[in-house]
């Protein structure tokens, strides 16, 4: 019974882990973020599971307020800002959540997107 338990837990454990890095974008540093925001170029690192369709598919919704390139081996999303506002940034977070992101982690520290949205890109 013990080795059934521990079992389950290790399995619930690696789904857990593989769930929560599935749905989790990073940046590489809080200073390029803010310079970044200042400059009107972000880059974030999507998801595994995210695809090149899949980006530019959402991406081209949002082509008013930024365009979006992305990198397939190393999954870094660049951002440019058309417009470079905080309502044009906001969108940023729409952009992301249809990328199936729900956190974004800055310098180890994880956000929701609407603390993200409010921490750095406002």
Do not use: W
């Not at 749905?23 to 540093?29: I, N, P, V």
């Not at 949002?62 to 999303?77: G, I, M, Q, R, W």
């Amino acid at each position: 019974m013990r080795s059934f338990l521990t079992i389950l837990l290790f399995v619930f454990s690696l789904t857990l882990v593989n769930a929560q890095s599935s749905s989790t974008a990073t940046c590489s540093s809080k200073a390029n973020l803010v310079k970044g925001v200042e400059s009107g170029l972000i880059e974030l690192t999507l998801p595994e599971t995210s695809t090149k369709d899949d980006v530019a598919k959402y991406a081209s919704y949002y082509k008013n307020a930024f365009l979006v390139t992305f990198d397939e081996k190393s999954h870094v999303a660049t951002i440019k800002m058309v417009e470079n506002t905080s309502s044009n940034r906001r969108v940023i977070v729409r952009f992301l959540s249809a990328n199936q992101v729900q956190n974004v982690i800055v310098e180890g520290k994880s956000f929701i997107l609407n603390d993200f949205f409010e921490n750095f890109l406002k």
